[in-house]
T-cell receptor, first 114, second 109 residues
Framework: NAGVTQTPKFQVLKTGQSMTLQCAQD?????MSWYRQDPGMGLRLIHY???????DQGEVPNGYNVSRSTTEDFPLRLLSAAPSQTSVYFC?????????????FGPGTRLTVL | GIQVEQSPPDLILQEGANSTLRCNFS?????LQWFHQNPWGQLINLFY???GTKQNGRLSATTVATERYSLLYISSSQTTDSGVYFC???????????FGAGTRLFVKA
């Protein structure tokens, strides 16, 4: 199993550009989520999904869109990048959405918006 | 919303020393997890511990839910323990998880 994979590892954008961060898992996990991590801070939940076709907002959803057309993939779209979106983005997955299910994290995407 | 505070913010240890990291939370929670983020950024789940005590090798954790705090104990620290330790909670029974700001640990050889 590859676990949770994220692409790209690094990305530089100009203000106003759009892009999609990719996240995939091969563990047949129903639950997937996106977090951002800013310097000196913990992770903040952006969006999450409890299964294909079902998504919901987390703590900081503004400026981001998600969709979940398959169990394996959960892409995060930045509609019009802003410098405030400079951050490290982590994708996570787990088998279910029970509090006992362990979350597995991807390696992260480091995004810089100029 | 719920507040999660971790202390100390930074900790430097000599290899072999023991340490205790603390997580305080402002309201009752359904779930509490401890994570380790290594110096390369990888996040690993250490414990799911909404209450009680668990041990895994040199690491153990205790959560006293009625008093709204959790402790992570690291014994006989090693350089590979360096990184950031995060406490994360949620109240909803799902995964609207709130992370603390973390404790940054550096273990010197």
């Amino acid at each position: 199993n590859a676990g949770v994979t994220q692409t790209p590892k690094f990305q530089v954008l100009k203000t106003g550009q759009s892009m999609t961060l990719q996240c995939a898992q091969d563990m047949n996990h129903e639950y997937m989520s996106w977090y951002r991590q800013d310097p000196g801070m913990g992770l903040r939940l952006i969006h999450y999904s409890v299964g294909a076709g079902i998504t919901d907002q987390g703590e900081v959803p503004n400026g981001y869109n998600v969709s979940r057309s398959t169990t394996e993939d959960f892409p995060l779209r930045l509609l019009s990048a802003a410098p405030s979106q400079t951050s490290v983005y982590f994708c996570a997955s787990s088998y279910g959405w029970s509090s006992t299910d362990t979350q597995y994290f991807g390696p992260g995407t480091r995004l810089t918006v100029l | 919303g719920i507040q999660v505070e971790q202390s100390p913010p930074d900790l430097i240890l000599q290899e072999g020393a023991n340490s205790t990291l603390r997580c305080n939370f402002s309201d009752s929670v359904n779930n509490l997890q401890w994570f380790h983020q290594n110096p390369w950024g990888q996040l690993i789940n250490l414990f799911y511990i909404p209450s009680g005590t668990k041990q895994n090798g040199r690491l153990s954790a205790t959560t006293v839910a009625t008093e709204r705090y959790s402790l992570l104990y690291i014994s006989s620290s090693q350089t590979t323990d360096s990184g950031v330790y995060f406490c994360a909670v949620d109240r909803s029974g799902g995964f609207k998880t709130i992370f603390g700001a973390g404790t940054r640990l550096f273990v010197k050889a």
